[in-house]
């Protein structure tokens, strides 16, 4: 599972997790890391609870509806709309159904949070199984200067450099002299 090739990711990061109730806070803790280390600065408080709840929502579902299926894999990446895509990817072909939350209030809930929570979320079948993508807002102050200064890196790596052409003592002499 990668980014869209005509769209590459500025930064990504993937893992295999286990079907088990502890990668739900592990995945949470390892997408909440990962783009506090992609963003200079603190990662506002807001925007981290936002992944971490759709991280959860979306890890838990993979493992109770679809664990039994195979291998679940997790993808975060900063989209070049700066903001993060989280793609959890499991192996059972059933899809998501957003529906009413159940009166009870036990279940149906999960999706109900991740669209509120998202710009956008969706679907597709993938291999034997199928990716829910999500969509989440990131802080643009906060990846605009990464960007900016990859940016200007590149513009500095473009301009050409005067030739550097070494003299000889006579030569130093010479223009010392003149
Ligand atoms: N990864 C998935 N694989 C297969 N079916 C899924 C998956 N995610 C969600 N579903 C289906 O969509 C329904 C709605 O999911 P949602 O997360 O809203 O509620 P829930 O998981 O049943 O309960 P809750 O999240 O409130 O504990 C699920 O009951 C299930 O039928
Ligand atoms: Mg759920």
């Known amino acids: ?8 990711a500025l930064q990504e990061v993937s893992w295999t997790i286990e079907p088990q109730a502890v990668s739900v806070g592990d995945a949470r803790r390892r997408a ?5 280390d992609w963003c200079p600065g ?9 992944i971490r709840r759709v991280v959860s929502e979306l ?29 959890v990817h499991d192996s059972s ?9 159940y009166d009870d209030g036990r279940s149906g809930h999960g999706l109900t949070v991740v669209a509120a929570e998202t710009i956008t979320w969706n ?3 993938e291999g034997k199984g199928k ?22 890196a590149r513009v500095r ?16 002499a010479a223009l010392s002299a003149a």
Do not use: F, K
């Not at 599972?1 to 590459?8: D, I």
């Not at 072909?93 to 939350?101: F, G, L, V």
């Not at 807002?137 to 990464?146: E, K, N």
């Open 1 to 8: 599972m990668t980014a869209n090739a005509q769209t590459p």
């Open 32 to 36: 909440v890391a990962a783009v506090a």
């Open 42 to 50: 603190d990662l506002p408080a807001e925007y981290a609870d936002t």
């Open 59 to 87: 890890v838990t579902n993979a493992i109770r509806h679809a664990g039994q299926a195979g291998p679940i894999t997790i993808a975060v990446w900063v989209t070049p709309n700066n903001n993060l895509a989280i793609v």
């Open 93 to 101: 072909p059933n899809p998501p159904q957003q529906r009413e939350p």
């Open 123 to 125: 679907w597709r079948p």
């Open 131 to 152: 990716s829910v993508c999500a969509t989440v807002a990131l802080p643009h102050s906060l990846t605009r200067p990464r960007r900016a200064a990859a940016l200007a």
């Open 157 to 172: 790596d473009a301009i050409p450099r005067p030739p550097v052409h070494s003299i000889t003592p006579c030569q130093a």
